[in-house]
């Protein structure tokens, strides 16, 4: 095979991404919509939601074998699509594969610190990446003097799988959550829960009109462009809808998956496909 051909080959494989479970699905949206040439893998472990309250160990566990999966698939980068694996399995599952990776929790740093302007951003998240600190982290690498407070909030991952987004049983948990919040002049709250887009409208009105809600999801989507351009494998070749431009696993519960998936995306999702992630 020629190297230019070669080259195309490469960039025509799919980017896989996953999650815990259907969160992902909010950084997939985006990278549909930014980068719509590209075919996707997603892999969603509902099985071992939620993730959030396990530990960093087996969260790298689970996240060594979604990876082996996506390999399997011929992937050509991967979306880390789940702020809690992000913060704890990225850095060493990078070390250990040769195609390009990337988590959530960078991208939504980097914007949190470019929107802020008193310098005080509030990021709310499951117990698991509030307690890894991982968003202080790379916020202070950037500007060391910028304050942070967290707040984990982990009913609003369960309220929103049962489909409560615009419910006040919702709106009440947000707002005990969200109160200690408002107190501490945060200007800027980064959503670090990639179920947490899904009532961005519930919070940003809880927060009130000064403070400005980041999703990293966006900006994720954005660096993988970047990367892809970068390493020579964005593809060029436009897509049809159906076939296989978006292929769906879960580890559990597919059906279900299924019509949450179609609740959120704009392309009707054709079918989920149950693995076994143990066999990996
Ligand atoms: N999607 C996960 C995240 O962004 C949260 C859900 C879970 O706890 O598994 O952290």
New binding site residues.
């Given amino acids: 095979m020629s190297l230019i051909r070669e080259k195309e080959v490469r960039s025509e494989a799919p980017v896989g991404v996953f ?6 699905l909010t950084v997939a949206r985006e990278i549909m919509r930014q980068i719509p040439n590209e075919k996707i893998v997603y892999f969603g ?1 509902t099985a071992r ?6 530990s960093k160990e087996t969260i790298t566990k689970f996240s060594r074998q979604i990876v082996h999966f996506l390999q399997e698939q011929h992937v050509k980068a991967i979306v880390v ?7 704890y399995a990225l850095e060493e599952i990078e070390k250990e594969i040769d195609i390009p990776i990337i988590g ?1 929790v960078k991208p939504g740093a980097k914007t949190a610190v470019e929107a802020t302007r008193n310098g005080r951003i509030g990021v709310i ?5 509030i307690g890894s600190d991982i968003y202080t982290t790379y916020i202070r690498e950037m500007k060391p003097d910028i304050s942070v407070q967290g707040k984990a909030c ?1 009913l609003l ?1 369960p309220l929103i799988e049962e489909g409560l987004w615009k419910d006040p049983v919702t709106d009440e948990i947000a707002t005990r959550y969200l109160s200690g919040l408002i107190d501490s002049d945060i200007d800027t709250l980064i959503l ?5 887009p899904l009532i961005r409208s519930t919070v940003g009105k809880i927060m009130g009109e000064k403070v400005t809600l980041v999703n990293p999801a966006y900006e994720t989507a954005r660096e993988l462009k970047d990367l892809l351009v970068e390493e020579e494998l964005l593809n060029g070749k436009e897509q049809e809808l159906g076939g296989d431009r978006y292929r769906f696993y879960v580890s559990d519960m597919a059906d279900k998956f299924q019509i949450f998936a179609n609740s959120i995306l704009k392309y009707g999702i054709l079918s989920a496909r149950k693995i076994n992630i143990e066999n990996f």
């Fill in positions: 999650d815990s479970g259907v969160g992902g472990d939601v939620p993730y959030g309250s396990k699509a789940c702020n809690t694996a992000s913060a959530v998240g499951t117990e698991g990446t982990p991952v670090g829960c990639t179920h947490y």
